[in-house]
């Protein structure tokens, strides 16, 4: 089974600076239908954000034609929408009532009306429909973690050496796997161009971790990321952090070099988020890919050296 | 499709305007030459600008944008009295066309095309030496159809799909007349057309505006 490349370089482009140890590569089998979903709940909210990419022969499969990625949850149900950047890669959101038991289900199907109800002329008149396609109904579940509650550090803190420990704290039981993802964004005393990347780290679920704050922002030292990541990955580090991981898996971002020794630092700003997931079930259609879960809380601190 | 339902209110109005102004015009011609002589055929040819105008209570991300679009047609013209005509004009507006959106479902671009008979009044408002112009307006009829073209990013084969539908609008715009010698006048105009209700039997409903320059050449 062959990984595609550029999931491959995930490991590289996220471990650089001080993961604990590597984000497993999602694999992309380069025979049959493979599919990624990612459905995520932030602490507070009560609509899940889930992102999905359907790839073919190993291939990115658009969905095109009226065939779409639709998410269900008891009884609502949501399309997913494309972004503009990447022509297989489908994020949405759907409201979940009961968090701790309902299933998330992603399939594909077949709507030739609902995906053209943006246009203005009448489509139930004027319509090519190709019907169909081969991958409807193929399917994929899952259920989400146990909630995640960020009980400290309080937000909104302050710290001004790289040797500070921010002592996290969390509620919550263990799942199959945990992470840190941080997104950073700092901005420079002489050079107008903020520099945002993303940082994560596999943790245990043990309820308690001390990071220190130069293994987020180092000193010096080359780190491989975009200077600039642009409004598709801010948003969803925004509102849906754990699809950070998948942005980058899918080619949203594209690696930069930051020389932070060339780099005088003002401050930087650290969205901070624990992330709780549970691997689903990839439907018997499916070759391979990867469904996942998530349930997170996040919280910002400032560091002004 | 709805059948042909031309406003009764408008046409009564253009007839009772021409009754009015052929009791006061000059007596009626009682030779069939005579007779001919205040009828003209324009021919025109010229652009046109068509605008869609949808319903504001549909939520539409996607608002189209035509190129411009050639227009011809033929226009005849009754002098009822010295300053006032009535026509009838059949235009076509030949293909108009968007430039490709998408959307979830793919890429998409829509074509237009119209056929119009307008019938009218021209009233004289300003003369110059031999140059008139008439302010003019009416009311009229369009079959129109509306080809959307999808194109499935090569994953299915591009497809094209049409509808027509017929209703009813009005028009009105100005037309300046010169003579070139005794029986032939130049003729500049300027149209708008509104097609109303375009598909009104769907829920997505909309309007027609063709803005036009037409040159022609009355005999």
Redesign the interface.
């Known amino acids: 089974m062959n990984v595609t490349p550029a999931l491959s370089a995930l490991s590289l482009i996220t471990c650089i600076v001080g993961c604990s140890e590597p984000v497993p590569d999602i694999e992309i089998p380069d025979t049959g239908v493979a599919i990624i979903v990612e459905a995520s709940l932030t602490n507070g909210d009560t609509d899940a954000s889930v992102a999905a990419a359907v790839y073919d022969s190993g291939q990115p ?6 065939n ?1 990625l639709e998410v269900t949850s008891e009884s609502v149900a949501a ?1 997913l ?2 972004i503009d950047e990447r ?1 297989n890669f ?1 994020s949405g959101q759907i409201g979940i009532p009961n968090p701790d038991t309902d299933t998330i289900k992603v399939a594909i199907v077949h709507r ?1 009306q609902e ?2 109800q ?11 429909d ?1 019907g169909p ?1 081969e991958f409807e109904g193929f399917e994929a579940t899952l259920l989400l973690p146990t909630a995640i509650e960020l009980t400290a550090p309080q937000p909104g803190l302050t710290y001004s050496s790289r040797d500070d420990i921010i002592p996290l704290e969390w509620t919550g039981s263990p799942a199959d796997d945990f992470k840190l993802v941080t997104y950073n964004r700092c901005r420079s005393t002489t050079d107008s161009d903020d520099l945002s990347w993303v940082y994560t780290s596999q943790m245990d679920d043990d309820q308690q971790e001390n990071i220190r704050i130069g293994d987020i922002i180092p000193a010096t030292g080359a780190l491989e990321t975009s200077a600039n990541l642009g409004g598709v990955v801010t948003g969803f580090v925004q509102f849906f952090i754990e699809a950070t991981l998948s942005a980058v898996t899918l080619g949203l971002y594209e690696p930069a070099e930051i020389n932070f020794g060339e780099f005088e630092l003002d401050y930087c700003t650290i969205q901070l988020s624990l992330v709780r997931q549970r691997q689903g079930q990839i439907g018997e259609d499916f070759s391979g890919g990867s469904v996942t879960g998530s349930r997170s809380d996040n919280l910002q601190v400032e560091y002004r050296p | 499709m709805k059948p042909f339902s031309v406003s009764t209110k408008l046409i009564s109005l253009a007839a009772l305007l021409l009754i009015c102004s052929l009791a006061n015009s000059e007596p009626y011609p009682t030779t069939q030459s005579s007779l001919l002589s205040r009828f003209s055929v324009t021919p025109h040819i010229g652009i046109s600008q068509a605008d869609i105008e949808t319903d504001s209570a549909i939520s539409t991300s996607n608002q189209p944008e035509f190129d411009s679009n050639l227009n011809y047609g033929l226009a005849l013209e009754y002098s009822a009295i010295s300053w006032l005509k009535l026509e009838v004009d059949y235009t076509r507006h030949r293909e108009s066309e968007t430039s490709k959106q998408r959307d979830i479902a793919g890429e998409y671009k829509n074509s237009l095309t119209s056929d119009i008979v307008a019938l009218g009044l021209q009233v004289e408002t300003f003369q110059y030496s031999k140059t008139r112009l008439y302010v003019k307006g009416g009311t009229l009829i369009y079959h129109t159809q509306l080809t959307v073209k999808e194109y499935f990013d090569g994953v299915y084969p591009s497809g094209e799909a049409s509808e027509s539908d017929r209703g009813q609008g009005y028009y009105a715009g100005v037309s300046l007349y010169h003579p070139l010698d005794d029986d032939i006048m130049f003729m500049l105009s300027i149209n708008h057309q509104r097609l109303n209700d375009v598909f009104s039997d769907t829920r997505r409903a909309f309007d027609i505006r063709y803005n036009s320059l037409m040159l022609g050449l009355a005999f």
Request: a negative charge.
């Open positions: 499969a658009p969905m095109v034609g009226g779409v399309i929408s494309g022509d489908y030739p995906t053209r943006e246009r203005w002329y009448p489509t139930e008149d004027i319509l090519v190709p396609g």
